[in-house]
């Protein structure tokens, strides 16, 4: 599997439920991003949750991190027609950054998450 | 403030043909990423260039190059291309920062480039 790898890769519910997506990932991270993308245009930030940390809130928004099993999850409650989008988990990996080199952020494939009013 | 901004928003090439891509960072942010974003798949890292230069590129050919202006703004280049190439083009920016990992990528509303 690939390095932040989302699941569920879909996931239909109702207005008013709850929305929880899971990332994993494979090496060690600073940080992991969530972001979101509507319908094949940009993406938008939504929260950053850094390796020390373990778990943020924004709003509807709740996001976990789990070091030790190296996944994360985004849940959305309460949730509304406008949070129809995709969601992207984004590592950025530690190591390089103390060799001076690149610094590597992946992206996983995506959750594409359909609330029905 | 105005956000980070891509031209064109749409291009439909042939396949053989060159395209370029071009990108304007948010004000103040010096360095800018290049993903190309196929039907159905997630992000693929293209391109991140900092200050000029190009600090990592992915796993794409050669094909794909770029460059980053002095004023940060920067353009994607697609050689000789195919009709798999066919995708969206998404650029981001951020503040370059040298330690604790970046912060979160401000992204265009992309190009759709389409090979006939």
């Known amino acids: 599997?690939?390095?932040?790898?989302?699941?569920?890769?879909?996931?239909?519910?109702?207005?008013?439920?709850?929305?929880?997506?899971?990332?994993?990932?494979?090496?060690?991270?600073?940080?992991?991003?969530?972001?979101?993308?509507?319908?094949?245009?940009?993406?938008?930030?939504?929260?950053?949750?850094?390796?020390?940390?373990?778990?943020?809130?924004?709003?509807?928004?709740?996001?976990?991190?789990?070091?030790?099993?190296?996944?994360?999850?985004?849940?959305?409650?309460?949730?509304?027609?406008?949070?129809?989008?995709?969601?992207?988990?984004?590592?950025?990996?530690?190591?390089?950054?103390?060799?001076?080199?690149?610094?590597?952020?992946?992206?996983?494939?995506?959750?594409?998450?359909?609330?029905?009013p | 403030e105005a956000g980070v901004t891509q031209s064109p928003t749409h291009l439909i090439k042939t396949r053989g043909q060159q395209a370029t891509l071009r990108c304007s960072p948010i004000s103040g942010h010096t360095s800018v990423y290049w993903y190309q974003q196929a039907l159905g798949l997630g992000l693929q890292f293209l391109l991140w260039y900092d200050e000029g230069e190009e600090r990592n590129r992915g796993n794409f050919p050669p094909r794909f190059s770029g460059r980053q202006f002095p004023n940060y703004s920067s353009e994607l280049n697609v050689n000789a291309l195919e009709l798999e190439d066919s995708a969206l083009y998404l650029c981001a920016s951020s503040p370059f920062i040298t330690t604790g990992g970046r912060d979160e990528q401000f992204f265009g509303p992309g190009t759709r480039l389409t090979v006939l």
């Open chain 1, 1 to 116: 599997s690939q390095q932040g790898e989302e699941d569920p890769q879909a996931l239909s519910i109702q207005e008013g439920e709850n929305a929880t997506m899971n990332c994993s990932y494979k090496t060690s991270i600073n940080n992991l991003q969530w972001y979101r993308q509507n319908s094949g245009r940009g993406l938008v930030h939504l929260i950053l949750i850094r390796s020390n940390e373990r778990e943020k809130h924004s709003g509807r928004l709740r996001v976990t991190l789990d070091t030790s099993k190296k996944s994360s999850s985004l849940l959305i409650t309460a949730s509304r027609a406008a949070d129809t989008a995709s969601y992207f988990c984004a590592t950025d990996e530690a190591p390089q950054i103390h060799s001076g080199g690149y610094q590597k952020v992946t992206f996983g494939i995506g959750t594409k998450l359909q609330v029905i």
